[in-house]
């Protein structure tokens, strides 16, 4: 059985920080694209916000321009886990996030940030920043 748990989340102030993880199990993720979405509070699954994504070799990353400079992505395909640091927290990144998988290459045409575009999903994983 696919499985992509995500774990990490909790409570901050404005301007901490969390490493948020993704763990991946039932198949190998080694050669897929894998991303990060976000649902904030009131949102529709199908208005999942693009947060990032990175390639299956994690030389290639994409990011949304809300997040940029203060968030980071990464893998360890060694542990089949992706990685998502987000440093800088605002109020307004408070939401669940979600990683995904895609086994297809990193297209950064602007397709990876389509939740369309994957094909695997996790639970999610709370993140709720306070003023």
């Known amino acids: 059985q696919v499985q992509l748990v995500e774990s990490g989340g909790g409570l901050v102030q404005t301007g901490g920080s969390l490493r948020l993880s993704c763990a991946a199990s039932g198949r190998t993720f080694s050669t897929d694209a894998m991303g990060w979405f976000r649902q904030a509070p009131g949102k529709e699954r199908e208005e999942r916000e693009f947060?990032?994504?990175?390639?299956?070799?994690?030389?290639?990353?994409y990011y949304a321009d809300s997040v940029k400079g203060r968030f980071t992505i990464s893998r360890d395909n060694a542990k089949n886990t992706v990685y998502l640091q987000v440093n800088s927290l605002k109020p307004e990144d408070t939401a669940v996030y979600y990683c995904?998988?895609?086994?297809?290459?990193?297209?950064?045409?602007?397709?990876?940030?389509?939740?369309?575009?994957?094909?695997?999903w996790g639970q999610g994983t709370q993140v709720t920043v306070s003023s």
């Open positions: 947060v990032a994504a990175i390639s299956w070799t994690g030389s290639s990353t």
């Open positions: 995904a998988a895609a086994p297809r290459m990193l297209d950064v045409s602007g397709r990876c940030s389509s939740p369309g575009w994957y094909d695997y």
